[in-house]
């Protein structure tokens, strides 16, 4: 139940970030929270599985929940690669990229929600 709202609220976060950022204010602040959130669900999904078990929610490897991995990984690497075509100074394809992994993320918490509670009902 803790790593439900934890994802949830680091989505969140990183939607807050993202309406930061696209609206054109506190566009910095916005890249930076989008940052962190994202580094958060790396670390929230990572640490369980390299040890922590204290960490781990124990779930099946169902297909929900290996296309919500493979999923998480995808948007994990196009948000560094938003990051980098900011850097490089495209706002446009940064702004795309960014709508694109808002919608993704959205699916990839449906998919892995719908896994884990998938046989508990």
């Given at each position: 139940m803790l790593f439900?709202?934890?994802?949830?609220?680091?989505y969140c976060l990183f939607l807050l970030g993202a309406s930061l950022h696209l609206r054109g204010r506190h566009e910095r602040y916005g890249f930076w929270v989008m940052n962190g959130s994202v580094l958060i669900d790396f670390f929230a999904t990572i640490l369980p599985n390299d040890g922590c078990k204290s960490l781990a929610i124990n779930i099946g490897a169902g297909p929900e929940?290996?296309?919500?991995?493979?999923?998480?990984?995808?948007?994990?690497?196009?948000?560094?690669?938003?990051?980098?075509?900011?850097?490089?100074?495209?706002?446009?394809?940064?702004?795309?990229l960014i709508a694109a992994i808002q919608i993704m993320w959205f699916v990839d918490i449906v998919l892995f929600f719908s896994g884990v509670y998938n046989g508990k009902a």
């Amino acid at each position: 139940m803790l790593f439900d709202l934890i994802y949830w609220a680091v989505y969140c976060l990183f939607l807050l970030g993202a309406s930061l950022h696209l609206r054109g204010r506190h566009e910095r602040y916005g890249f930076w929270v989008m940052n962190g959130s994202v580094l958060i669900d790396f670390f929230a999904t990572i640490l369980p599985n390299d040890g922590c078990k204290s960490l781990a929610i124990n779930i099946g490897a169902g297909p929900e929940i290996v296309s919500a991995i493979v999923l998480g990984v995808i948007i994990w690497s196009l948000f560094l690669g938003a990051v980098f075509v900011r850097l490089v100074g495209k706002t446009t394809l940064f702004h795309g990229l960014i709508a694109a992994i808002q919608i993704m993320w959205f699916v990839d918490i449906v998919l892995f929600f719908s896994g884990v509670y998938n046989g508990k009902a």
